[in-house]
Structure formats: structure tokens, C-alpha cells
């Protein structure tokens, strides 16, 4: 069974532009969740959704959204980027919300 | 979640048994133990999850205090590529969301 992949794997992008990062689960997996790392805070929580609806959502600006789609699969979106932006974006799925999670291998973004 | 407490780097020698120890002295009832770990860049990898019985799969071995407060991740043959930050959460498994609360972790280090 394929593991959660996670596309692109490194981007780079300048002050005020925005992105938009994406994740397929591991099939069957209904709940993704999107978790942020960087050397200053280490990894945190961003949101979870889970059969298309936000679940949880951690301590982070309105700038930080996501969706998810019917096929389970989800997209993180980030406008007007800061520098402090600059982090390992990851993305773990699970069968539902509760369950073990699966860490995708991470989409690193550096912001200039 | 309650919060863990782990010692922030240990050492093994290659072939001999990594023993990580976790306080989790706030634990509530309802909670589980999860350790995960994170090669160097890399997402980070589940291992084992346990309540309140010890549990083993083929990565590791997970010993839960009769008190519950403190637990230990066993592995038992440790080898070069268990090189890594290894990470001890607590959190309710049910249906109530997927945040997982990732303390400092332990970096072990496995030398030949």
C-alpha cells in the first residue's frame, strides 16, 4: 500500500506571494492532518480534516487554510508569505480521526 | 493532552538494546501513550501506541508503568538507521480529533 505522498517536495517563493501545497493519503484514510516544523518551534499542528470538514484547528494566523476533497486528498493554502514561513510542511493521514496517524515525507518551503 | 517530559539525547551502541523513558505524570485515564520518531528530515515515523498493557510489534516494545505515569520504548536491537529523534505523546484515542502535541523529543544516537 502507497504511503501518503506529499507534492511538491521543496519550493521556494518570495515575500507576498502565496502557495499552495498538496497531500494524497494513504487509500483508505479519511482524516488528514497538516503539521508544521521549523528548528525555532518544532512541530505543531495546523488543522485536520476529516470527510471534507475542518476537525481541529491549531494556533496559526487566518493566512494558514486548507480543504479536502472528496477523495480524501488535501490542499494547504498559504497567502501573503513571511519569512517566518519557512518550514517543513507535513502531512499525515489516518483511517479516521482518532486513529494512528501517517506522516507524508514533508514539502520544504523557503521563503526569500 | 497531558504533557511528557523526555530526556533530550541518549546514546546506544550499535546491536545493544535503546531503552527512552518518557514521564507522563498528568496522564488521564483515557489516554495513550504514542511514540513516534523523525529520521533527519524526514516525516516522522509511527512506532507503537499502548493504554495501559505493554505492547511489542517488529519496531519496538512499549512498557507502561502500573501508575501509568511513566512509560519506556524498547528497542532492542538498535542499529545505525534507528538514528533519530524519537518522540513520546499522550492523547486521548477516540473521536475527537488528530492534533498530536509534539514535545522536544529524544535525539538517539546509535554508534558502531
Known amino acids: 500500500k502507497a504511503g501518503v505522498t506529499q507534492t511538491p517536495r521543496y519550493l521556494i517563493k518570495t515575500r507576498g506571494q502565496q502557495v499552495t501545497l498538496s497531500c494524497s493519503p494513504i487509500s483508505g484514510h479519511r482524516s488528514v492532518s497538516w503539521y508544521q516544523q521549523t528548528p525555532g518551534q518544532g512541530l505543531q499542528f495546523l488543522f485536520e480534516?476529516?470527510?471534507?470538514?475542518?476537525?481541529n484547528k491549531g494556533n496559526f494566523p487566518g493566512r494558514f487554510s486548507g480543504r479536502q476533497f472528496s477523495n480524501s486528498r488535501s490542499e494547504m493554502n498559504v497567502s501573503t508569505l513571511e519569512l517566518g514561513d519557512s518550514a517543513l510542511y507535513l502531512c499525515a493521514s489516518s483511517r479516521t480521526s482518532g486513529d494512528s496517524q501517517y506522516f507524508g515525507p514533508g514539502t520544504r518551503l523557503t521563503v526569500l | 493532552d497531558a504533557k511528557t517530559t523526555q530526556p533530550p539525547s541518549m546514546d546506544c551502541a550499535e546491536g545493544r538494546a535503546a531503552n527512552l523513558p518518557c514521564n507522563h505524570s498528568t496522564i488521564s485515564g483515557n489516554e495513550y501513550v504514542y511514540w513516534y520518531r523523525q529520521i533527519h528530515s524526514q516525516g516522522p515515523q509511527y512506532i507503537i501506541h499502548?493504554?495501559?498493557n505493554n505492547e511489542t510489534n517488529e519496531m519496538a516494545s512499549l512498557i507502561i508503568t502500573e501508575d501509568r505515569k511513566s512509560s519506556t520504548l524498547i528497542l532492542p536491537h538498535a542499529t545505525l538507521r534507528d538514528t533519530a529523534v524519537y518522540y513520546c505523546i499522550v492523547r486521548v484515542a477516540n473521536n475527537a480529533g488528530n492534533m498530536l502535541t509534539f514535545g522536544g523529543g529524544t535525539r538517539l544516537m546509535v554508534k558502531p
Open positions: 499502548g493504554l495501559k
Open positions: 480534516y476529516f470527510s471534507e470538514t475542518q476537525r
